[in-house]
């Protein structure tokens, strides 16, 4: 079993910056892939971002790239996920989630099997 806790959401201007984080509790988390995906008002969750045990290996959604930075401190049990020139469109709950049995890159919800209880990022014009 394995506890996710993000934090840092909040409100910001559109170019602005904000870093969410993600503790983790009750497994080995180094083991384990992370991902970060978001949900909108009415859509679908979708994929921004993942990395590997290591932290060697990070992908992202063609939207954030260049915009936003996943890292990870194993020693700290905790995953980021660094939001840079943030635009209106970024505006969702942003979940973390832990990938224990599929490749490191997987893009697919279903892929993760723990999961945070979200924090809101909202970015306003």
């Known amino acids: 079993q394995v506890q996710l806790v993000e934090s840092g959401g909040g409100l910001v201007q559109a170019g602005g910056s904000l870093s969410l984080s993600c503790a983790a509790s009750?497994?080995?988390?180094?083991?384990?892939?992370m991902g970060w995906f978001r949900q909108a008002p009415g859509k679908e969750r979708e994929f921004v971002a993942a990395i590997n045990w290591s932290g060697g290996s990070t992908y992202y959604v063609d939207s954030v790239k260049g915009r936003f930075t996943i890292s990870r401190d194993n020693a700290k049990n905790t995953v980021y996920l660094q939001m840079n020139s943030l635009k209106l469109e970024d505006t969702a709950v942003y979940y973390c989630a832990v990938n224990v049995r599929f490749p490191s890159n997987s893009r697919r919800s279903a892929a993760y099997e723990y999961w945070g209880q979200g924090t809101q990022v909202t970015v306003s014009s």
């Open positions: 009750g497994r080995t988390f180094s083991r384990y892939a």
